[in-house]
C-alpha cells in the first residue's frame, strides 16, 4: 500500500448500492468512499463518505433489493441526497492525483459514470487511474471470488463484513486491498487492467482508460503476464 502512494496522493476506495444491474437503466441509491493516505510513513484510512441518493422521479426500489440492502424507496425519499450533489461531493472526493480502487471496479465505474453523465461531469473520470480488487484476487485464489469470499481467505472475518451497504463493504475492501499488498507487492502491476470472464465477455461498455484481458480461473499466469486481447 505504502508503495502505491508514493505515486499517488490518496487512494479512493467506493463502492455503490444500485437498483439493479443494469447501469444505463437503474440507479445507484448509496454511494460511500473511503481515502487511503500516507501519514507518517504508513497507509491509513484519512476521510469516509456514505450517502443515500434520491431516485430520479417515478424511480422505486425494487423488493429484492431492498431485501438485500435494507434500503427502502422511503428511506431515499426521507434522507437521500440530491444527484447533483452527491456528484459535486464525488468530484472533491477524486480531486488531485487519486487512483480509483474498487473490488468489481468495472461495475461501480459504469454506474458512476451514467450518474455523473446524467447530474454531473464525467470527464472527472477520464485522467484518473483505476485499480480492480477483484481482478487481484481472481488471479491469486481459487474460485468463489465474491467480495465475502476475499474476506474469509485472507482472515478478515469478525474484522469487517460484506453487508451490501456501501460503506461496510468499502471498508471491507480496504481490509482486502491492505491484505494482498502484504501478500504480494505488485498491485501497481494491475493499474488500469481489468480481467473479466472470457465466456461472457466485458459486461457493458467497456472503459476508455482501462485494458481488459480475459482471466482464466486456472491461474497458470498472471493476468499481466498474459498478452492483451479486445
Known amino acids: 500500500m505504502e508503495k502505491l502512494l508514493t505515486k499517488y496522493d490518496r487512494i479512493l476506495v467506493f463502492d455503490t448500492e444500485t437498483t439493479g444491474l443494469l447501469c444505463s437503466r437503474d440507479e445507484i441509491i448509496e454511494f460511500a468512499a473511503a481515502t487511503v493516505e500516507l501519514r507518517e510513513g504508513k497507509a491509513v484510512v484519512g476521510k469516509q463518505y456514505d450517502q443515500l441518493v434520491t431516485l430520479s422521479p417515478g424511480g422505486f426500489v425494487p423488493a429484492k433489493i431492498q431485501q438485500l440492502t435494507g434500503i427502502s424507496?422511503?428511506?431515499?425519499?426521507?434522507?437521500?441526497?440530491?444527484?447533483?450533489?452527491?456528484?459535486?461531493?464525488?468530484?472533491?472526493?477524486?480531486?488531485?492525483?487519486?487512483?480509483?480502487?474498487?473490488?468489481?471496479?468495472?461495475?461501480?465505474?459504469?454506474?458512476?459514470?451514467?450518474?455523473?453523465?446524467?447530474?454531473?461531469?464525467?470527464?472527472?473520470?477520464?485522467?484518473?487511474?483505476?485499480?480492480?480488487?477483484?481482478?487481484?484476487?481472481?488471479?491469486?485464489?481459487?474460485?468463489?471470488?465474491?467480495?465475502?469470499?476475499?474476506?474469509?481467505?485472507?482472515?478478515?472475518?469478525?474484522?469487517?463484513?460484506?453487508?451490501?451497504?456501501?460503506?461496510?463493504?468499502?471498508?471491507?475492501?480496504?481490509?482486502?486491498?491492505?491484505?494482498?499488498?502484504?501478500?504480494?507487492?505488485?498491485?501497481?502491476?494491475?493499474i488500469n487492467l481489468f480481467g473479466y470472464n472470457a465466456k461472457y465477455g466485458v459486461e457493458g461498455k467497456p472503459i476508455a482508460s482501462v485494458t481488459y484481458r480475459p482471466q482464466s480461473f486456472e491461474r497458470r499466469h498472471l493476468l499481466y503476464e498474459t498478452e492483451a486481447a479486445v
Open 73 to 190: 424507496t422511503q428511506d431515499l425519499r426521507e434522507r437521500g441526497l440530491p444527484k447533483t450533489r452527491v456528484c459535486r461531493d464525488i468530484a472533491e472526493l477524486m480531486a488531485g492525483n487519486t487512483l480509483l480502487a474498487a473490488y468489481n471496479a468495472h461495475f461501480d465505474l459504469s454506474f458512476l459514470f451514467y450518474l455523473l453523465l446524467r447530474s454531473g461531469d464525467p470527464a472527472i473520470l477520464k485522467n484518473k487511474d483505476k485499480l480492480d480488487l477483484l481482478t487481484v484476487f481472481r488471479d491469486r485464489h481459487d474460485y468463489p471470488h465474491r467480495l465475502t469470499h476475499a474476506i474469509e481467505a485472507y482472515g478478515l472475518t469478525g474484522q469487517v463484513a460484506n453487508t451490501h451497504r456501501a460503506i461496510d463493504d468499502v471498508l471491507a475492501t480496504v481490509a482486502v486491498m491492505e491484505a494482498m499488498a502484504r501478500e504480494r507487492d505488485d498491485l501497481e502491476r494491475y
